[in-house]
């Protein structure tokens, strides 16, 4: 059974779409977390949540906005795409905030045209 | 330097040889931890050492870390063909947030 899954594993699209990416996690984690993958593999946190809490809101354009409908899932919506935004996105959970490991799902590859 | 940057970035190596990375890190951290990202694949945990621990071993793999310096390093021992691979550091400043450094491409040659 897939630990944190995400859908879908890619996405194409034109500028100025809106899009949604959505995750979920089998572990009976609370927090769960969204990562953004650059191109040179930098990889960097755009959000976390605590049992459906926002907790993490790094600088990120508004365009982009999570939602929790429950501790197991959290989706990622982003209006206007832009071509920056052109990225691997990985979903993460763990238990207990960040003292343990974290575990990620298998990324969603979003390009846009 | 980045904030859990790993040096070299690059390593090729023959299989059986051993691979050792490096990170680095600039203030005091909870503890550190290393991932292994294979091509097209999401983040896998390998290991989490605390600040209170030096030296820490699972497997193949053996992590330091010298807080006095600032620094850590992976060994993979007696490398394989599997385990070619991005390797992360990612430091916990105790601020909800784990720092990832910008990965370390291990490619090991059968």
């Known amino acids: 059974d897939t630990a944190v899954s995400q859908t879908p594993k890619y996405l194409v699209t034109q500028m100025g779409n809106d899009k949604s990416i959505k995750c979920e996690q089998n572990?009976?984690?609370?927090?769960m977390y969204w990562y953004k993958q650059d191109s040179k593999k930098f990889l960097k946190i755009m959000f976390s949540?605590?049992?459906?809490?926002?907790?993490i809101n790094e600088t990120v354009p508004n365009r982009f906005s999570p939602k929790s409908p429950d501790k197991a899932h959290l989706n990622l919506h982003i209006n206007s795409l832009e071509l920056g935004d052109s990225a691997v996105y990985f979903c993460?959970?763990?238990?207990?905030?960040?003292?343990?490991?974290?575990?990620f799902g298998p990324g969603t590859r979003l390009t846009v045209l | 330097s980045q904030q859990g940057e790993e040096d070299p970035q690059a390593l090729s190596i023959q299989e059986g040889e051993n691979a050792t990375m490096n990170c680095s890190y600039k203030?005091?951290?909870?503890?550190l931890q290393w991932y292994r990202q294979n091509s097209g694949r999401g983040l896998v945990h390998l290991i989490l050492?605390?600040?209170?621990?030096r030296e820490k071993h699972s497997g193949r793999l053996r992590v330091t870390l010298d807080t006095s310096k600032k620094s850590s390093s992976l060994l993979i021992t007696a490398s394989r063909a599997a385990d070619t691979a991005s390797y992360f550091c990612?430091?916990?400043?105790?601020?909800?947030?784990?720092?990832f450094g910008k990965g370390n491409q291990v490619v090991v040659i059968p």
């Open positions: 949540y605590n049992n459906k809490e926002l907790i």
């Open positions: 203030t005091s951290i909870n503890n």
């Open positions: 572990l009976g984690h609370d927090t």
């Open positions: 990612a430091t916990d400043y105790g601020n909800n947030r784990l720092a």
């Open positions: 993460a959970s763990s238990q207990a905030g960040l003292v343990t490991e974290q575990f």
């Open positions: 050492i605390r600040s209170n621990e």
